[in-house]
C-alpha cells in the first residue's frame, strides 16, 4: 500500500511540474509576442543591374507591441514589387493589404465588411483535376440562402507556386462560378507572388518533413493575412467536403452562444476533423501572424492554434455538439496539407 501511495504521489508531482513548464512555455511566447522588440532584417539583390548595380531591397520586420513595420512602395521598373522600409508611418497590416490585392486572380473587394469568410484551400492533385474543390464549392452555394449571400464570403486559394497551373485553374474555376463570382460572393486568389514569402524566409532543408512544414507554414500565412479584415469571422473548410443546408444557421447560433462577457474563446469546432471546421475572430488573425513570423519553421500551424487558444485564456476545444461539416469519404480525418497528392 505504502508503494502504491508513494508511486502516485511521484505521478502527481511529475505531472504538477509538466503543467507548470507548459504555463511558462505559453507565458514566454506571450511575451516575445507583446513586449519585446523582435526584428529581423530581410535582404535580398534582385533587379536589372541599373547603371551596373543590381537594385538592393531591405524588409525590415520588427514583431513588437502594436507591430512596427514600415514599407514604402517603390514603382517598378519592372513587372516585379519592390520594397524598402522606411521605419516610419506603416505597419504590417498596410503590407499585407498590399500584399492582398496582388493576390485576387477573378472577383472583387466589396465595399462593407462581411460577417463569415470561408478559406476553401486547393492544391494541385496528380491529374491535374479541380473535383474535390468544385464539390465542396456546389455544396456551400447549394447551402447558402439568397438573403445570407451579402454575409458570407468564400474564398478559393489556389496554394501552388505553379502560375501556369494556378492561371488555368483559375480560369477554369471562373468561367463555372462567373455569377458568383461576379458578384462578389466567391473570390479566387493565388498563393504565390504576392511578397508574402518575404516574412518567412526559410533556408533550405534537405529534410522533407521540415520543407513539408515550411510549405505549409506558408499556405496558411497565406489564409490569414488575405482573410485579416474582409469578415468578422474566419473559417477554415477543405476540398472534398459536405455541409448541411442549415450551416449558417448553426455557425450564428453556435457564436451567440459562446459570445458572453465571462467567456473567453480563440477558436470554435464546426465538424470532427483536427484542423477543418475551425472558426476564429479576424481581430485575432494579426498576433497570430506575428507570432507565425516569430516562430516560423520551428512550430505547425496546429501547435500555433493551441499556443494562441492557451494565451486567450479558452481551457479546451470548444466543439459544436452536431457537426454541419463533414469530408465526404466519412474515413478521412486529416487536413488538405496531409493530402497533397491524392486526386
Known sequence: MAVKLRRRALIQENLVIIIFLAVVHCFVIWLIVEYTQYGNTIAWIKGNNIGGSPQKIVLELKVANGVNLSHQRIKPRSSEHRYRDTSIGDSLETFLMDCRQRALVHGYFRPYKGYLTIALPAVRRLNGSTRLVEDTLNSLIVSTLTKDVPKILIVVFLLTDDPVWTEKTGNQLYDKYKEHVDKGFVQIVRGHRNGLSKLL??????????????????????????????????????????????????????????????????????????????LTKTSDLLKAIKLLIVLRYDVTYETLIDYIRALKGQPKKCQIKYPPFRYANMKRKTFLHKNFTQS
Open 201 to 278: 524566409p526559410f533556408p533550405a532543408s534537405e529534410n522533407s518533413e521540415e520543407r513539408q512544414r515550411q510549405a505549409e507554414n506558408l499556405h496558411y500565412l497565406n489564409i490569414m493575412a488575405y482573410a485579416k479584415n474582409l469578415s468578422s469571422y474566419l473559417l477554415l473548410l477543405d476540398e472534398d467536403v459536405r455541409c448541411q443546408s442549415n450551416y449558417i444557421q448553426k455557425i450564428f447560433g453556435f457564436i451567440q452562444a459562446n459570445t458572453k462577457p465571462n467567456r473567453v474563446w480563440f477558436v470554435l469546432n464546426f465538424s470532427h476533423s483536427n484542423l477543418m471546421g475551425q
